[in-house]
């Protein structure tokens, strides 16, 4: 069995990447922080041209009919950039979910979908066109004329939260809750293995170039400890990622139980990334000017979505102890 990548999903994952350096910097990122939606429509306009917005879509529905493993090296080059808008809840929850024209429309990028859990305020319940809700039941459809919401404040100012009510809605009756779940704990998953690579790589980068008593702080042991201790992490947290990711783009009935462990995962080493940028840039980290902070509260935004670790620690349990 061959586990790598395909050279097509690594050159896919590199196209990506080259757009959002040039097009999703932090300026587009500080720029939503203060705009009246938390994504760039320029920025979402050349993901909806590459064919992104639509991977998990049927060539049908105007897609690119590919699956959870060609899209998971695309959501972690999203983490890398701090990617603002609603990525995994169009791309890797909503388009899958959703049929017909509103499928379509949402895999050429004119519709923006928002997805959650309706227990939790929901992101991006008040900007999106379309809102996909699992409600315990089943999942639901909402138009956005159809929504109620109250927003909440977020620490990450890009991912904005809403509490929904709604006057109409259509169940979907094929879609499966958990499912529905498993592709947003995974692909936030992905993200955040992407996050976590970006912070340790400018955190080395960073201490190179700082100097203290005549020598770089990178010099010293301690520091070398700490990103290597994320370094460790990360290379832990990425295949039980890329397990998920296949499990659900193969059905297999272990999906929940590997989208948890993904999810757990990855915010522990997210979570450690975030802590060791934060020491080793020392007092300019905890600064609004300094960039760090656009990367730190996505982390600390994220690791609560789709299930925080002790949600998904404990669904890993129950799966494994029956």
Not at 39 to 65: C, I, K, N, R
Not at 307 to 317: E, K, L, P, S
Request: hydrophobic share 50%.
């Amino acid at each position: 069995m061959r586990f790598a990548f395909s050279d097509d999903q690594l050159a896919f994952r590199d196209a990506v990447r080259d757009l959002l350096a040039k097009a999703a910097g932090p300026e587009t990122i500080r720029a939503v922080w203060d705009g009246d939606r938390g994504w760039d429509p320029v920025v979402w306009s050349h993901l909806a041209e590459m064919g992104v917005l639509g991977l998990l879509a049927p060539e049908s529905a105007g897609g690119l009919g590919l699956d959870e493993v060609d899209l998971v090296l695309i959501l972690e080059e999203c983490g890398r950039a701090a990617l603002p808008g609603p990525f995994v809840e169009h791309v890797a929850v909503g388009v899958p979910t959703l049929t017909g024209e509103l499928q379509r429309a949402a895999a050429g990028g004119e519709k923006v979908v928002g997805a959650g859990q309706a227990a939790h305020p929901v992101a991006f319940g008040v900007e999106a066109d379309v809102l996909l809700v699992e409600d315990g039941t089943g999942v639901l459809v909402i138009e956005a004329r159809d929504v109620r919401a109250r927003s909440r404040r977020s620490v990450d100012r890009s991912r904005r939260f809403a509490e929904l009510t709604w006057t109409a809605a259509t169940p979907l009756p094929d879609a499966d809750p958990a499912l529905f779940r498993a592709r947003g704990a995974a692909a936030t998953a992905a993200v955040l293995c992407g996050l976590a690579a970006h912070l340790i790589e400018t955190t080395a980068a960073y201490v190179k170039e700082r100097r203290q008593f005549g020598v770089p702080v990178g010099s010293f042991q301690a520091v070398k400890h700490h990103l290597a201790d994320a370094l460790i992490a990360l290379e832990h947290a990425r295949p039980a990622v890329y397990c998920a990711a296949w499990s659900i783009a193969t059905g297999q009935p272990a999906l929940s139980r590997d989208a948890s462990f993904a999810k757990a995962s990855a915010n522990e080493t997210a979570g450690l990334a975030a802590r060791v940028a934060l020491q080793c840039h020392g007092a300019i980290g905890y600064t609004y000017e300094h960039d760090l902070h656009l990367w730190l509260k996505r982390v600390w935004s994220l690791q609560r979505a789709w299930g925080d670790t002790a949600t998904h620690r404990q669904a890993v349990a129950t799966a494994l102890l029956g």
